[in-house]
């Protein structure tokens, strides 16, 4: 060091912050090293600057093209809920609090719409309204952008955490190559804003806490917009507002020497309780700013609204290794085992090598960051599993654990790329690249299916199918209203009825076509009413009928929509109304006219369970018992899990005298539905024609008391 001239006064040494023991000293940059690093220190991968670049370059793309991408995807099944919840919250603010639908709308009878955050929805709803543009098409690219949030963020919480752009690089093309979070993010606008607003808040809280003891305004300004994205879609983003006080006190009395520090200077004490405090009840605040039910009581309601989307008041059934079962009375491990079978397996492997090396990774990472975000990945899946929360749809709900999952599953990868060299790095790397390829030639492939993805281990979608579920957002009804456009020229010209399970996001597609009728039409009840064409996804079908190739797809299908050998969607042409008017005589009581129409429909379809159904109904009003039973044996056959005629098989052997096999079967009902009056008013009558009065007057009472 060179010494002053003689006669100067050396000039005095520029103010810095005071470092504490084992820090380095935080830098204005916002997406820097992690400061509190390891003893032994780390020399960051060659070439980090070329990793940098490229991060930022595949996220300028990412940010052109998800949204020219989202242009390609197909209304879905709830959207119309989500984009009138918009309007009505747009309403809201635009009258002044005059209009008040937003705080109550709860569309189909108990979807409580109100206890969300309308982020997107409002957002969206003032773009197109304000511009003219089609309300779809500003939805999908506004949804898009919080996907590009996920993506990137997910790279930048890896950045922080691993120290070097290597590790963000990994994390963001582990993010952006899961098939189901890039196919969501065109599909999902509920979980997808969750999930951008909860990584960016993490994201930035880490920031935050290299920072101290002097967090910058800018990391507490982008807390603040983290926090208000997540609280502003879901009202458990009400733990993102609690995070933050709870990790800044965390990391002042744990991190080295931070807590002596902070607490012998009033200054440092005062910014960063000032911050701190800024952060979360500025978070807060946008969270609820343009939330209309959370306004009416911004101390309440919020909490009244985590409180009900917690325990769901609407049971849905679900699909679930191969069984259909009800979201409120599924197993704890749900949610894991679907993870486990729908995430691609670098994920897996990268998250195993991560429990495996966690204990050994001091020397190389920063272990309290790690917990950190373990801690922000865990902790809601456990309090939602501990709450019996109702999960449906896959593991959907829970998106946004995913992204700080991904990071650890980076910083395992990342683990062993600094820990092998030569030949065994590039062993592993090519092994690393061979599992990304796969979920990355499925969302080629499959464009734009790739949230219906499921792993090798489940055998891909094909050895899904009929397992789980597959396109329950009905996006595929796209895809088949432009093929019915093209290829059935009668659409247009003639009076054409559609008919179709997922009614709602299809007639959208056919605005421009006056003469077209359409209903909405369940396909076990296909039979019972008039259309030309039908369309039906598997989403709402019984598994143990759609994954029989027998029966499913039915006689007349002239499409079909496929995900790697399995069918979500069939276009079916109707071969003859016969079912139709036989039916329609049943319903008149003209029984013996209904009789040889529904034959001759029999004789035509003689996979279709509803014509055996109202053909064994028929039989047994003219007398014709055996062959009633017949026929129920043929439709069980087909579909085992009809519960219709099993209730008709049942009657028909009241009637033959064959009484344990009626409650035998009349029992079963009742064990998959217990609501089921008819099947339990036919039970009271087999227990009375079998002599046993005190089981019939039993069960009549119990209908007694359910009026």
Known sequence: ?????????????????????????????????????????????????????????????????????????????????????????????????????????????????????????????????????????????????????????????????????RVGLIALLFALFSPRIFGDSMNNPKDITFAAGYIVTICFLIKFLQELPRPSWRSTLLLIVGIGIGLGSRAPGLALVGYVPFFVLMEVFIRNGLRKTIFNDKLL?????????I?????????????????????????????TLTNFPISIKTLFDGTKIYSTSLPWYYVPKYMLVSTPLYFLLGLLIFVLIFPFVRKHFNRRYLLMVLFVALFPLIYGISKNSAFYNGWRHT????????????????????????????????????????????????????????????????????????????????????WMKKNIPSIEKD???????????????????????????????????????????????????????????????IHKIEVNGAPIGIIVKRISKDDFIGINFIKQGKIEESIPYLERAKQLDPNNEVVKLYLANAYINVGRFNEALQECQKALEIFPDYLGAMTTMAIAYINVNQIENAIFMLSEVLSQDPTNRDAAQYLALAYERKGDMASANQIRAQLQQRK
């Open 495 to 557: 009076s054409v009825i559609i008919a179709s399970d997922y009614f709602v996001p299809l007639k959208d597609y056919f605005t421009d076509y006056p003469k077209l009728k359409m209903a909405y039409r369940r396909y076990y009840q296909r039979s019972e009413h008039d259309w030309d064409y039908a369309v039906f996804l598997t989403g709402h079908l019984t598994p143990s009928h759609f994954r029989n190739p027998n029966v499913f797809p039915p006689a007349g299908t």
């Open 269 to 277: 004490i005062r910014d960063v309780a000032l911050k701190t405090t």
């Open 399 to 482: 998106t946004f654990i995913y992204p700080p999952l991904v990071v650890l599953s980076a910083v395992g990868v990342e683990y062993l790329l600094r820990r092998f060299a030569g030949i065994g790095q590039k062993v592993f790397l090519g092994i690393m690249a061979v599992l990304v390829a796969l979920p990355l030639w499925f969302m080629v492939k499959n464009h734009p299916y790739q949230y219906t993805y499921y792993n090798e281990f489940t055998g891909g979608v094909k050895g899904a199918f009929g397992k789980y579920e597959t396109d329950y957002f009905g996006s595929s009804t796209r895809e088949i209203a432009d």
């Open 1 to 165: 060091m060179s010494k002053a001239k003689k006669g100067t006064t050396p000039p005095p040494k520029p103010p810095h912050k005071q470092n504490i023991a084992g820090e380095t000293p935080p830098s204005p940059s916002v997406f820097k090293p992690a400061l509190d690093l390891p003893p032994v220190p780390q020399t960051p991968p060659l070439n980090d600057g070329l990793f940098r670049k490229i991060f930022w370059g595949i996220a300028l793309a990412l940010l052109i093209g998800m949204p020219l991408l989202s242009t390609q995807y197909g209304i879905t099944a709830d959207e119309w809920g989500n984009k009138a919840y918009g309007e009505l919250c747009l309403d809201y603010f635009t009258s002044l609090g005059e209009k008040k639908e937003a705080l109550s709308y709860a569309p189909r009878g108990g979807e409580v719409m109100y206890c969300y955050g309308p982020t997107l929805d409002l957002i969206s709803a003032a773009i197109y309204r304000t511009t003219g543009a089609d309300p779809y098409t500003i939805r999908h690219i506004m949804l898009s952008l919080m996907g590009v949030l996920i993506i990137v963020f997910s790279g930048l919480t890896g950045r922080l955490v691993g120290g070097n752009w």
């Open 279 to 307: 952060a979360t009840l500025g978070g807060y605040a946008l969270g609820i700013a343009f939330w209309p039910f959370a306004l009416a009581n911004p101390l309440k309601n919020p909490l009244v609204a985590l409180q």
